[in-house]
């Protein structure tokens, strides 16, 4: 069975303190590792899908990395509007269609 | 990215009446679509995967004959939560996907039944 664990599961920063969230998984086979963002009351919104251990995606202030056991999404000089939980989920062989969650990281960025 | 509504956001309803909503993926067709229930800080629980034209999978432990899925056409899926009673309150998220890796949400609707 698929398994995603996210840590930590709340974290603080002040306005421009970089720091990275994990995300670790145990799957059959990975077919893909997805990041979302999550304001309170909306669907998560889309951030990045990473497929092999090396790969690396960035957006703005966002950049997603990936191992074969766990991945990591950095945040660089955060600001205020970077509020929100960020999930992470995975796709595997053994799963089909399905995303498998983790619990998500609950991010507030203070100024 | 690709945009999925869905309708309505916020519905409240009395105990014992059915409720419907509506998932669209408004600028792509979505050969798969999902349905997603998600309690207070908790993360999304599959509810069922459908695609067009067939039968919807149900997780385990999601009731078929209560939660009613239906996926008519590439561009729209339904879920009918029938006979609702307060325990059935939560916040309901469809997701699509089409022939790409990735799977986008709609933004979610606010079920309250009194």
């Known amino acids: 069975e698929d398994q995603v664990t996210q840590s930590p599961e709340a974290l603080r920063l002040q306005e421009g303190e970089s720091s990275s969230l994990n995300c670790s998984y145990t799957v059959s086979g990975l077919r893909g590792l997805f990041w979302y963002r999550q304001d309170p009351g909306k669907g998560p919104e889309f951030l990045f899908t990473l497929y092999s251990a090396g790969e690396e995606k960035e957006k703005e202030r966002l950049k997603a990395t990936l191992t074969k056991k766990e991945s990591f999404l950095h945040i660089t000089a955060p600001k205020p509007e970077d509020s929100a939980t960020y999930l992470c989920?995975?796709?595997?062989?053994?799963?089909?269609?399905?995303?498998?969650f983790g619990t998500g990281t609950q991010l507030k960025v203070e100024l | 990215g690709a945009v999925v509504s869905q309708h309505p956001s916020r519905v409240i309803c009395k105990s014992g009446t059915s409720v419907k909503i509506e998932c669209r993926s408004l600028d792509f067709q979505a050969t798969t679509m999902f349905w997603y229930r998600q309690f207070p800080k908790q993360s999304l629980m599959l509810m069922a995967t459908?695609?067009?034209?067939?039968?919807?999978?149900?997780e385990q432990g999601v009731e078929k004959d209560k939660f009613l899925i239906n996926h008519a056409s590439l561009t729209l899926s339904t879920l009918t939560v029938t006979s609702a009673h307060p325990e059935d309150s939560s916040f309901y998220i469809c997701?699509?996907?089409?022939?790409?890796?990735?799977?986008?949400f709609g933004p979610g609707t606010r079920l309250t039944v009194l």
């Open positions: 989920a995975v796709r595997s062989t053994g799963g089909g269609n399905k995303l498998t």
């Open positions: 997701s699509a996907r089409g022939g790409a890796a990735e799977q986008f």
């Open positions: 459908s695609n067009e034209g067939s039968k919807a999978t149900y």
